[in-house]
């Protein structure tokens, strides 16, 4: 079992940049580096969206069409974390931002998801 907490976000300038941080703890026998990774974020009100995802192997990677250009997607293996660096921030994408694992391939979906964080909020003033 994998244990996710995120952190990193807060208010910010439209156009600036955060880092946001999803580090992982394990049950023992389990290896984070086993488990795909995605970043998803929530309006109120609204269902969970992909915004971006990387393999267990950090290999490769999928985005959003949406988030393209402006986010990216990473993890260190030897931190059990991944990231999400988020450039040119703007007023939409102010929401709680979640990061979820599973195995075996990555997932645009929620219910792909069987572990996630509890969120951290990104409000971005115009």
């Known amino acids: 079992q994998v244990y996710l907490v995120e952190s990193g976000g807060g208010v910010v300038q439209a156009g600036g940049s955060l880092r946001l941080s999803c580090v992982a703890s394990?049950?023992?026998?389990?290896?984070?580096?086993?488990?795909?990774v995605a970043w998803f974020r929530q309006a109120r009100g609204k269902d969970r969206a992909f915004v971006a995802g990387?393999?267990?192997?950090?290999?490769?990677?999928d985005y959003a069409d949406s988030v393209r250009g402006r986010f990216s997607v990473s993890r260190d293996k030897a931190q059990n974390t991944a990231y999400l660096q988020i450039n040119n921030l703007e007023p939409e994408d102010s929401t709680l931002y979640f990061c979820?694992?599973?195995?075996?391939?990555?997932?645009?979906?929620?219910?792909?998801?069987?572990?996630w964080g509890e969120g951290t909020r990104i409000t971005v003033e115009s």
């Open positions: 990387i393999r267990y192997n950090g290999g490769s990677t």
């Open positions: 394990t049950a023992y026998g389990y290896s984070f580096s086993n488990y795909e």
């Open positions: 979820a694992a599973k195995h075996m391939t990555l997932g645009r979906t929620p219910d792909q998801y069987d572990m």
